[in-house]
């Protein structure tokens, strides 16, 4: 499996062509995640539901932080699916925080009663 740094996953999303994955849960997702990022869950991916990912896609996961094993688990799983250009950004979403890059934050409506 390769892995990716921050300065290096912000070059290739500077340059296009990159699928950038983040791979917890929904709910954590719509709480935080970094720019661009698609949510497709661990779990998703164990269960072989379609995730409209390409096997020749330049694919980087990422999940929170280095102590998390999530993304390590999606990049070993989608390179033995046969996804041929599989990173891993072992840094995850705090590296990007810590180093002052934007994050995407959604705010959630109230709704109206």
């Known amino acids: 499996?390769?892995?990716?740094?921050?300065?290096?996953?912000?070059?290739?999303?500077?340059?296009?062509?990159?699928?950038?994955?983040?791979?917890?849960?929904e709910e954590h997702f719509a709480k935080v995640h970094i720019p661009g990022a698609e949510n497709v869950p661990l779990a998703t991916l164990r269960s072989g539901e379609q995730t409209g990912l390409g096997r020749a896609d330049r694919i980087v996961v990422y999940c929170s932080s280095r102590t998390c094993d999530l993304s390590p688990q999606a990049a070993t799983l989608l390179e033995a699916q046969g996804y041929r250009y599989v990173f891993d950004f072992e840094g995850?979403?705090?590296?990007?925080?810590?180093?002052?890059?934007?994050?995407?934050?959604?705010?959630?409506?109230?709704s109206a009663t």
């Open 1 to 25: 499996m390769k892995s990716i740094e921050s300065d290096a996953l912000e070059q290739m999303l500077g340059d296009g062509g990159v699928r950038l994955v983040d791979v917890l849960p």
């Open 92 to 110: 995850g979403l705090l590296e990007w925080i810590r180093s002052g890059r934007e994050v995407v934050r959604p705010t959630n409506p109230t």
